[in-house]
């Protein structure tokens, strides 16, 4: 079984996040980065399927040279190796080029049976990307797994949607998207720390893909962000304390502003 | 006048609310053509007719929706190609973001997801300007679609629905999946129990819990029922098993903006922000009167949420009565 997990290297959400003035692109440089949350749950699905049988995980990144963090945190937990598609062509792409460059990546890597992917990244937030790399890849997609069980060639998920429970086949190859309650993380070990030291990390520009630097990048994107602006900070309101009376001034509250 | 296509987004033929609020916005853009899969057309069309669907395509067979979103995918593509629309608008929710994202890469347009509002450019172009809440909702941006045809991902909440009559011409589509489209299959889907209450993402006023409640929703639920509300939950209330994850409000859980948010016994983390900072009007109740939620509100209760609770509850229902 060869499991890619895809990772995206994101800025802290903790953090005061904000945009390059400049080209309206996110800001990665002055703000600290980390693996994004949500992909965590990703690679430990990946690990859990392997560990139960047999096969490789390869953890595969698009981002610049600060993104290796995020390989090396994969490969901490357990992930056997690492590619990293770094190219300043890249700077600006949209989930579109994002999803051409993975694809690519993958076909290089090759012979994959499954990819598994987070449900979203924490900066971006569109959560497109698994289903546009699906489209590239000819592959069906199983999204938003709270549970995967693959047994022979058959990935089964579990979906919890707002009016039922579904249960999704796919036939492998396929791609899975995890949410963040498939499973929980695990912490690397000190012996996965100084074993990750070891592990293979490829190194591949768009020209070792075969991609045109003309597809990808910020004037390659199909959309464009026109401005932003901070949103203004909330005026706090008013503040009581309950003296026994707390729940009465609410309903007042909520009465005057025509909510009752 | 170019077309505007909008996926419906209905159970067994009744219209959901997002639908009509697409409706809407299309007809900023162009002349609004719904597109409806699935059954129960006959009920839903009279919905669409009414938010001002000048034509309705449609298709009926059932394995369009047992396999998922790429069936959906492609009819939207074969129906892109056929009519050249001005731009298509999905519900921004987990399906319609990934049936989007597919139509984008076979259309190779330009996507834009979590729309909060969607405008014409107004120069001329047929152009559509967009407007997104990002960063946990702490800036807004403004973005356009370059390429293609603008394929736009729209939140719930996003228009007020007006109601403006339409022609509502059905035409049946001639539309077969292809074998490529039938990878994916739901082999068993169990229905909800259904809560009575409001959707989530869709509802005018949301009371949620968190880890305050100490596991007991109850004077949650109470509080929500009088004001006709939705209940969500934070994320401490969810991985602790108090409230389904499809409740939870936050980074991880859905994102929601109604005209009234409010936050029982939730301490206010980023991540919880995240997914209610723009609603209109934000409420607290809280013990802890240094919670950071309280840096957002519009009127906060420091006090136990046992005791603040009911009493609203109480005097709610007694001013209704």
Redesign the interface.
Known sequence: MNIVVCVKYVPD??A????NASDNTTDRENVDGLLS??DEYAVEEALKIVEAGEGEVTVLTVGPDAAADAIKKALQMGADKGVHVNDDAIHGS???AT?LVLAEAIKKIGDVDLVVTG?AS??G????????L???L???????A?ELTVEGTTA?IRR????????????LP?LVSV???INEPRYPSFKGIMAAKKKPVEQWSLADLGVDAAQVGLDA???????????PP?S???????E????????????E?K?? | MAEVLVLVDH?EGKVRKTTSELLTIARRLGEPSAVFVGPGFDAAKETLARFGAEKIYRVESPEVLEH???PQ?ELLAQLVSSTSPAAVLVPSS?EG??I???L???T???????AVDVQATGDGSGGV?TTQ????????????????TPIVAVKPNSATPEEVAGAAADEVVDFTPSD?AK??????????QATGRP??TEAA?VVSGGRGTGGDFSKVEDFADS?GAAVGASRAAVDAGWY???SQVG??GKQVSP??YVACGISGA??HR?GM??SK???A?NKD?EAPI???????????LF??????????TA??D
Not at chain 2, 307 to 316: G, R
Request: glycine share 8%; proline share 3%; net charge negative.
């Open positions: 959400a903790q005061e996040r904000t945009f949350e949500l949209d989930a579109i999803s449900m924490t900066d937030t569109m959560g497109v990307v698994p289903a546009m699906a489209e590239r000819g592959l069906p997609a199983v999204t938003f709270s089964t919890d949607g707002d009016a039922s429970t579904q249960t999704i086949t796919a036939t396929a949410t963040d309650q994107a199909w959309t464009k962000v026109e401005s932003f602006a901070a949103r909330r706090q309101g008013e503040i009581v304390a309950d026994g009376d707390g729940g009465s001034k609410l309903a007042a509250f909520l009465t502003r909510f009752v | 159970v998922l979103v790429v995918a987990p973001k990934e989007a994202a597919r984008a890469v076979k190779e347009s330009g996507l834009i997801t979590d300007a809440s990002v960063f946990a909702g702490s800036y807004t941006v403004s973005a356009t679609v370059t390429k293609g490529a990878g994916a299959k739901i082999t068993e889907s169990k229905p909800k959707e989530l006023i004001l389904p994850h499809t980074q991880t005209q009234l980023i991540q995240a900072q723009t009007t934000i409420v109740v009167n309280f840096e957002l509100v519009d009127f906060g209760v420091v006090g136990d005791n603040v609770l009911p009493q609203a509850t109480e005097a709610i001013a209704k």
